[in-house]
Structure formats: structure tokens, C-alpha cells
């Protein structure tokens, strides 16, 4: 599959979650342009969808959608609760172990600021000091966790609002990478109805993963979130496809 393919995490009756490539919006905006995931996973499953969150355009990952209001509602309850949200970004810098930001961000078109938490946890550092955080949102603001990770003077690379320009140019060039490197991993929470826990995982695909395994950081992810972290066309029965890694094996 390549960067701008996407699949079906789960579906049942009341709800489905697929994994975003980034790039694409989740419902149309002010510029109104290219096709919005609302739009696609309607055509998919043949069915009106409801957003339960959003995803900020350049951010790929886990995205939810319900059938009707009640699911809509009560899975977005627990977004502001108890559900977990895991992420994945690539930094510039040497992110401290772990850290809590509890830092309002504008939420609103006029400026006003509103609360917001995330948690970070330092999964791995390179050798040039580009550094590999999991971050954790409590709270579910626009762009909270790339102003979050600016505020502690850790760049997300690729970021053209937060990040910095040579930066961006420079993994553009070496990497090819052309994108927001931040992931939305994992999502856990409780279905609505049954009450069964469910989690669903969304792989790295394309650029972004063979760049995080050409810095090093290959073993630590797999490590933690286990092989589907990586998507078949980069990473398959334990190896990297295109190059992959020294002597074939992590």
C-alpha cells in the first residue's frame, strides 16, 4: 500500500476505524480541496459517518467514525476521559525522559486559550540527536501536541507551523520525506455498546517509516507496539523492504 493508501481498521454495526494517511483532511475546510476521509469511508462502506475526533491534516494514524449520534456522543465522551490516545513523533532535540505539559492553547478562531495536557515519554535518541517521543493527549485541542512539544524546544520534524525551516529541508532532501512526522498509533477505548475494550492500531507507512528506521529507531517501535507499527509496504515478516536494515533482521 503506498503513503496515500488507507484500510479498514474494524467495523461492526456502530462504528469503524481506519488508519489516515497523512495528508488528507478529515472533513472539507475553508480551501474545500481534495477528497475528505468523511467523504471517502462514506463511499466505502456505503453509509453516512459521523467524526468522532479529528486528526489534523498533515497527522496520520487512528481515526473514528460512528453510524449514528449516540455512538458519535459516547465515544466522544470518553475521548475527554478515559480513553487512551498514543502518538508517535520525531523531534529535533533530546526529549527528557518523561514529562507532563499542562499548557492552555488557542482554541478558538478568536485566540482564546483553552486547557490542555499531553505526557511525553522519550522512546529513543539518534546519534545526530533527533529524538523519538510517545505522547499522550488527555485533552484533544488543534495542533495541541505540536505548539505542546514547541513549547519544550523539541520541533516536530516536518512541521511548517512549529517546526523549522532547515529542519524540514534537510529530511526533505536526505529522506524524502515530505510530511508531518507524527503518527496517532494506538487508540484504546470501550465500545459504546458491548462494553468489550477495544484498540486499534494504525502502521507507519511509506517516508516516515524508513526514516525512523534509518535513524535507528526501527527496534524500539517494533519493540513496543510489536510488528504492525509498520505498514507491508516498507516492513514485512520482520525485515525492511527497499534497502532495509543491516543483515536483513532487527
Do not use: C
Not at 154 to 177: A, S, T
Amino acid at each position: 500500500m503506498g503513503e496515500s493508501a488507507w484500510s479498514i481498521l474494524y467495523r461492526d454495526e456502530h462504528l469503524v476505524a481506519v488508519d489516515k494517511p497523512a495528508g488528507i483532511p478529515v472533513h472539507h475546510g475553508a480551501s474545500r480541496d481534495g477528497v475528505p476521509m468523511l467523504q471517502r469511508v462514506r463511499d466505502r462502506v456505503g453509509a453516512r459517518v459521523h467524526p468522532v475526533h479529528r486528526l489534523d491534516r498533515p497527522t496520520s494514524g487512528v481515526l473514528v467514525f460512528a453510524f449514528d449520534a449516540p455512538t458519535t456522543a459516547a465515544l466522544q465522551a470518553q475521548l475527554v476521559s478515559s480513553a487512551v490516545k498514543r502518538y508517535v513523533a520525531l523531534v529535533r532535540g533530546v526529549p527528557p525522559a518523561e514529562v507532563r505539559v499542562d499548557r492552555p492553547v488557542p482554541g478558538k478562531r478568536d485566540g482564546t486559550k483553552v486547557p490542555a495536557e499531553t505526557r511525553f515519554r522519550r522512546l529513543g535518541v539518534s546519534e545526530e540527536r533527533w529524538g523519538l517521543v510517545e505522547a499522550r493527549p488527555r485533552s484533544g485541542r488543534r495542533h495541541q501536541i505540536r505548539r505542546h512539544l514547541k513549547s519544550l524546544s523539541l520541533p516536530i520534524v516536518g512541521d511548517v507551523n512549529y517546526g523549522k525551516g532547515p529542519i524540514n529541508r534537510l529530511f526533505r532532501e536526505r529522506f524524502g520525506l515530505h510530511r508531518l512526522a507524527l503518527h496517532a498509533a494506538t487508540l484504546r477505548l470501550e465500545h459504546p455498546h458491548s462494553g468489550d475494550e477495544l484498540l486499534f492500531s494504525a502502521p507507519i507507512r511509506g517516508a516516515l517509516a524508513r526514516t525512523l528506521e534509518a535513524l535507528g529507531f526501527a527496534e524500539a517501535l517494533v519493540g513496543i507496539f510489536g510488528d504492525g507499527i509498520f505498514g507491508d509496504d516498507v516492513f514485512r515478516n520482520g525485515v525492511f523492504r527497499d534497502g532495509g536494515l543491516e543483515d536483513g533482521a532487527l
